[in-house]
């Protein structure tokens, strides 16, 4: 068996141009094909990982009515009991309460339709934080002159500061990512001239948080106070005054331009429905078991109070968008390696071919036509590993570091990015499934295409190959 | 002992409209430890008749049996089995793996019986040394003569240990002073060893050497002539 895998080694090496190619090809294709998936799996992570482990969470706890008729009077009573029972849950890494509903809001002669979501201060942190997406600094124009007058900066950084003029930001890295400022001082000047008040609700607070492009919409500052009314729980009335306690920074747009985040003791008392929610979030543990949590939860629950629904669920767009994009890539992929199974085809067949009287001379010395197979077959695994480990060894320092450490965009680039709602970031998916997968279709290929020139093999006709 | 038993062997040829009786009803036997020539014009059917004793073709009609076993009715893998048990074969040219060595082809039957490394060694090293390439066992075939070449392939025909060998024209790509030493290996190993050559040739030189010439023609053999110490003896 050595003896046959050496011969096979050393087989290839005969025509070494041909070897090579063919490795070559299916190095390539596995390169791009990784790299490719890679940044496509990547982003797809971070869509979820933004809009959906960042805002709605995996999984949804609903009143039975709420899916198809989101509404307050589909809502369910709250207590710390249910509460209690969903984060019980081994799975479970947080459930969080909220009161999600609409009404309109009017500052001066300004009214807009907008989004109320009333959480949780606090526990609310540990799901969508909207800590985290307060706005700290903002490129108003009128001061922005200012900034351009900072001694160091450079033309380049200067053109960029231009790109993000009225943009608000949430930090100083984040402002030194979007711009492409790496000096830290020029960067604390900047923020010292930018520097935007505003601050999280507390516990029951009676103010809001406004949404920046809905807050410059509205031209709204910090402590003005925002006129919201509405409909609320069974035909009620609602109405009230909110000051604005902050501006968030929604990274999706369609958000952005119409959500109010207010405490939900706040809401509750707003909407007339005193411990009632629409909705308890959950994020999970490990996301991949979301379909095993949701059943598992839902048999836990009385049905005809309360269901749980998936993201996918009640987020179909994102998950059609995801869909949609990823089979585009798939497309891709399929056509490179069709056009690589053809090149392994192209060399089994010609590797067969020429050596016909040899074949016939082994088989005439006792040789047995399965084993000759079996040396073409290990040739052919020869060439494929080649190609497939090469191109997974190329890839994986590109996949490791796209991966930990993200491309992070700048300038235009990022602005447009962000302006269609994605973080300007292309992350890259680390080593999953996808990885191998690579390799299994590779050796799936190389078998595939020996099994046609293989057969010839297997019908050589002795007198006729001793005589070629 | 017979090694080999022919009985009115016949291959016929239909391709064209005329059928070519290649080999047309040959009887022969072959004792153990001969050193016989098959002769005869082209297209007398040498060749055919060498590939059908070898279990290499089909004959249309009649038997060869090799050692007693009756080869024409061994199929596949069983036939091949055959072969590498009881037939050594010298082809003219091509006869060995390019990307072995010269060791190693000769050992490659050998393993193919299933034997183990450590057997094979001294055998394939005591071989090579008797074919006079005890000092290039290790080049691959592209860096060997013909002539050497062709003593690898004597070799290895002998490293499996088979009834009788058989070599089809093995000089007719090699120059007269390969002729000779090949012929004169071939030669000491039947005498010293015992070992059955059958071989068929043109080439008079190679004649000379045999003890039992066998001229065909047209299918048929005409003569068969043993000689001994020098006799011939027409039968
Ligand atoms: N595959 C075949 N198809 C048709 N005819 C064949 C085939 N093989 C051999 N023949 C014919 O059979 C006859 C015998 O051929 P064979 O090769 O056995 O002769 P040979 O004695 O070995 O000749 P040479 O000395 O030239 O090698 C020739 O007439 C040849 O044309
Ligand atoms: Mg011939």
Known sequence: ?468 | MKVIEIKDLRKTYNESEVKVHAVNGVTLDFEEGEFAAIVGPSGSGKTTLLNMVGGLDDPTSGEVFVGGTKMNELKGEALTDFRLNNIGFVFQSYNLIPVLTAKENTEFVMRLQGKSARDCDARTEELLKSVGLGERMNARPAKLSGGQQQRVAVARALASKPKFILADEPTANLDSTSTETLLDIMEKLNKEENITFVFSTHDARVVKKARRVITIEDGKIISDIRKNGGEKINN
């Open chain 1, 1 to 468: 068996m050595k003896r046959i895998t050496q011969m096979a080694w050393r087989n290839i090496w005969r025509n070494r141009k041909r070897t090579i190619i063919t490795s070559a090809s299916i190095f390539f294709a596995i390169f791009f094909a990784i790299v490719m998936r890679s940044f496509q799996l990547g982003t797809y992570d971070h869509m979820i990982h933004q809009s959906i482990e960042t805002y709605t969470g995996f999984l949804q706890l609903q009143s039975p009515d709420y899916f198809d008729e989101p509404g307050l009077d589909n809502s369910f009573e709250y207590s710390d009991e249910l509460l209690n029972s969903i984060n019980n849950h081994p799975e479970v890494k947080i459930a969080v309460p909220r009161v999600e509903s609409f009404a309109l809001a009017s500052i001066g002669v300004k009214s807009k339709g907008i989004m109320v979501n009333g959480i949780d201060v606090e526990k609310e942190a540990r799901l969508s934080d909207p800590e985290r997406n307060l706005v700290r600094y903002r490129f108003d124009s009128k001061i922005m002159d200012e900034v351009y007058k900072i001694l160091g900066l450079t033309e380049d950084e200067i053109d960029n500061l231009k790109i993000y003029e009225n943009a608000s930001f949430n930090s100083l890295n984040k402002i030194s990512l979007n711009c492409g400022i790496d000096d830290q001082e020029i960067l604390e000047k900047i923020g010292k001239i930018t520097a935007f008040e505003g601050s999280y609700l507390k516990e029951n607070d009676d103010g809001i948080l406004v949404s920046d492009r809905l807050s410059k919409f509205m031209q709204l500052e910090i402590g003005d106070t925002l006129v919201l009314m509405g409909t609320g729980y069974h035909g009620s009335t609602a109405a009230g005054l909110f000051p604005v306690r902050g501006i968030v920074k929604i990274p999706s747009p369609e958000l952005d331009n119409k959500l109010v985040y207010m405490s939900l003791t706040r809401a509750q008392e707003f909407y007339g429905m005193e411990n009632m929610l629409t909705t308890l979030a959950i994020n999970l543990h490990d996301n991949s078991e979301m379909l095993v949590v949701q059943k598992s939860l839902s048999s836990n629950l009385d049905n005809n109070k309360y269901v749980v629904k998936n993201w996918e669920e009640f987020n179909p767009i994102l998950k059609q968008t995801i869909e949609g994009d990823s089979v585009g890539g798939v497309v891709f992929i399929v056509i490179l390696y069709v056009i690589v199974f053809f090149g392994i085809f192209g060399t089994v067949l010609m590797m067969i071919a020429e050596r016909k009287r040899e074949f016939g001379v082994l088989n005439a010395i006792g040789m047995k036509k399965r084993l000759l197979m079996y040396v073409v077959i290990i040739e052919m695994v020869f060439i494929g590993a080649l190609g497939a480990i090469t191109g997974m060894i190329a890839s994986s320092p590109l996949v490791y570091l796209g991966n930990k450490f993200p491309i992070q965009l700048s300038g235009e680039t990022a602005k447009m990015y962000e302006e269609m709602g994605y973080e300007a970031v292309m992350p890259m998916a680390s080593f999953d499934p996808y990885f191998w997968w690579q390799a299994v279709i590779v050796v799936l290929m190389v078998i595939g295409a020996s099994f046609f020139p293989l057969k010839s093999i297997r019908k050589l006709k002795l007198m006729k190959a001793l005589r070629a």
